[in-house]
């Protein structure tokens, strides 16, 4: 529900605090309502979607150009209200070490487990790698090596948040409470310094006032809002807190976001099929496909991640300047001719001096405004150049495409060049092992404090050159099972199989390669060995072959008789012991594959409670 601000309001008694109404926010809020109040603080209005904040939400910007809000809106559903709806997932590259990006601490199956739950919240339909290829991939690049394409979608409506959809349907969720026009203007801590005590709240509008008491805080507010506040919040405490990001001080630091350039023309032989360039239906979707350099390419040359964008539809070349410069650039003559201005987006080393801190300027709420150094040393900015030189090359050898750097791209150096930003803001409390390097740990929790999480494209480590919105939503799914799975294992745990996760180690013999979601048995036998954790019961998420029966025993004791796909949601007793051993007997298995195994169950989760 929408609720006014009240100081004598009893603000006691929320299970959950959210800071900010935006894709992050909100999404939170439905997750948790089912298991608590809540309590979503907004610094913008309901009926004011677009609204950019003006009196606190400017930045005071120093370092390489930026424009002084930053495309942020305080509204609502934050900059959903002006999202273009273009999506891709990650990729899995970017969740390995490579040189000059860290790793994330995370694997790539615990993200991608959560894209199904975050596509469906942003209208988005499943992608695939597998789609047939479009004009300009059996065209423009044929048979060129080291070339390929992404293929992005569109949110379909898109997904915006300050609708008035869903103005309705926040205004009567009864477990969500929703404020406006609402500012946290610092965090405290209790005596220990271990735990998020209160939060302090002023309304915009009238300028009063408001303690607020917190059980569990996630700050989703965006990925500059997110470290200005933590910052000042953070300026009460001894140096090295939680808030200022541990012993390195990261929060603020490492931020990040996806340079953008036109330094090229490119002229296209009429004749091949580049209209997919542009947002176009294609298998029920919208569709439009961002040419890229392939990994083995980008490896060997030391590049960056980068991708070439097209929006607007190709137009032919009719003037006679423009024409006589296609005719001298193919040896093979064409009937015509198609010009193009793409740009090029990269994806931007993490760098401790491109930053988020506290400007001098103070915000009409009376705490400072933030301010954002953006930073791209040289040496990157010239390996953005020599990544375009060469994208170029590769583009051109297949023969019905020729490009040229054009206006301040035709530069050699670029060092001083303008390069454009996409208002993705990522990094600036990033997720990290320890807290030696980030803000944040693998559970996006805030490392130090037992209550406090942060959502939303400020944990990103690294960013590839995807838009954050769908994956950061991903992220967002994924911190909410953890605290709702924690919530009902407050004693227990809970062993997640699958490809890269590390209840895999549990597995002893009778189990195939542990695929995305889960692990499959493959054999007559299967075991597994878990630690209890005090817990009484056990409970499996898993799925099985029609027709498979199982025998299981639990420590030798037997627990269960029947179907194997009657075992999933089924409580099982966990006896006293501190380890529990689980032995899966099975009959009735289909015949063996062309491996070897003989599939039978398929393990997702053992939850202990």
């Known amino acids: 529900m929408f609720v006014d601000f009240d100081p004598a309001r009893d603000w006691g008694g929320y299970d959950y605090i959210i800071i900010g109404a935006g894709v992050a926010g909100l999404f939170l809020a439905r997750k948790l309502a089912g298991a608590g109040r809540v309590l979503v603080i907004e610094a913008g209005r309901a009926d004011l979607s677009?609204?950019?904040?003006a009196g606190y939400y400017e930045l005071d910007v120093t370092g390489r150009g930026y424009t002084p809000i930053g495309q942020r809106l305080s509204a609502l559903g934050g900059t959903s209200n002006h999202w273009g709806g273009h999506s891709h997932p990650l990729n899995p590259v970017i969740f390995g070490n490579r040189k000059g990006f860290p790793g994330w601490p995370i694997a790539y199956a615990d993200y991608a487990l959560h894209l199904p739950e975050a596509q469906d919240w942003l209208n988005l339909g499943a992608f695939s790698d597998t789609r047939e290829?479009?004009?300009v991939e059996r065209d423009l690049l044929g048979h060129a090596q080291n070339l390929g394409a992404l293929h992005f979608q569109f949110s379909n409506p898109i997904r915006r948040l300050g609708d008035d959809a869903t103005r309705t349907q926040f205004a009567a969720e009864p477990g969500i409470d929703i404020v406006f026009d609402t500012r946290v203007v610092d965090i405290h801590l209790d005596a220990g310094g271990g735990r998020v005590d209160r939060l302090d709240l002023f309304h915009l509008s009238s300028r009063r006032t408001a303690s607020v008491p917190v059980s569990q805080l996630f700050l989703a507010a965006g990925g500059i809002e997110n470290p200005r506040l933590m910052l000042w919040s953070a300026r009460k405490y001894r140096p090295g807190n939680p808030l200022a990001g541990g012993p390195n001080a990261l929060t603020g630091k490492f931020f990040m976001e996806h340079p953008s350039i036109e330094p090229v023309e490119i002229y296209i032989d009429s004749r091949a099929d580049i209209s997919a360039l542009a947002p176009h239906p294609f298998d029920n979707l919208m569709v439009n496909v961002v040419l890229r350099a392939g990994e083995?390419?980008?490896s060997a040359h030391g590049l960056p991640r980068f991708g070439m964008h097209f929006q607007d539809q190709a137009q032919p070349a009719t003037n006679d300047i423009e024409l006589q410069a296609a005719q001298d650039f193919f040896v093979s003559r064409s009937v015509g001719y198609q010009r193009i201005m793409p740009f090029f987006i990269f994806e931007q080393t993490p760098n401790a001096a491109s930053f988020v801190g506290l400007s001098s300027k103070l915000g009409s709420d009376g705490t400072p405004l933030a301010r954002l150094n953006w930073y791209i040393p040289p040496e990157e900015i010239a390996s953005y150049r020599r990544s375009v030189l060469l994208f170029c090359g590769l583009l051109n050898q297949y023969g019905l495409a020729k490009t040229r750097f054009v206006g301040d791209g035709a530069n050699p150096d670029w060092t001083n060049i303008v390069f454009g930003d996409a208002c993705h803001h990522m990094g600036t409390t990033r997720m990290a092992h320890d807290a030696s390097g980030g803000v944040v740990d693998p559970n996006s929790q805030v490392f130090g404090l037992s209550n406090?999480?942060?959502?939303?494209?400020?944990v990103f480590p690294s960013t590839d050159i995807v838009n954050p919105t769908l994956?950061?939503?991903?992220?967002?799914?994924?911190?909410?099972?953890?605290?709702?799975?924690?919530?009902?294992?407050a004693v227990g745990a809970i062993y997640r199989f699958g490809k890269g996760r590390d209840a895999d180690k549990a597995l002893g013999q009778g189990w195939a390669t542990p695929e995305f979601a889960g692990v499959w048995s493959s054999g007559d036998t299967a075991d597994v060995t878990l630690a209890r954790h005090g817990a009484k019961t056990l409970t499996l998420a898993a799925g099985a072959t029609d027709g498979v029966t199982v025998d299981l025993s639990i420590n030798g004791a037997a627990a269960y008789s029947g179907p194997a796909s009657g075992l999933a949601g089924k409580p099982l007793p966990a006896g006293d012991a501190d380890q529990l051993a689980l032995a899966f007997n099975f009959t009735?298995?289909?015949p063996k594959r062309q491996d070897g195994a003989r599939t039978g169950l398929f393990l997702q989760t053992v939850t202990l409670q």
């Open 452 to 458: 406090m999480y942060v959502a939303g494209s400020s």
């Open 471 to 489: 994956n950061l939503t991903a992220l967002t799914a994924r911190l909410a099972n953890f605290v709702l799975n924690k919530a009902a294992t």
């Open 133 to 135: 290829k479009t004009g």
């Open 588 to 590: 009735g298995l289909p």
């Open 50 to 53: 677009n609204s950019t904040g």
């Open 296 to 298: 083995d390419f980008l």
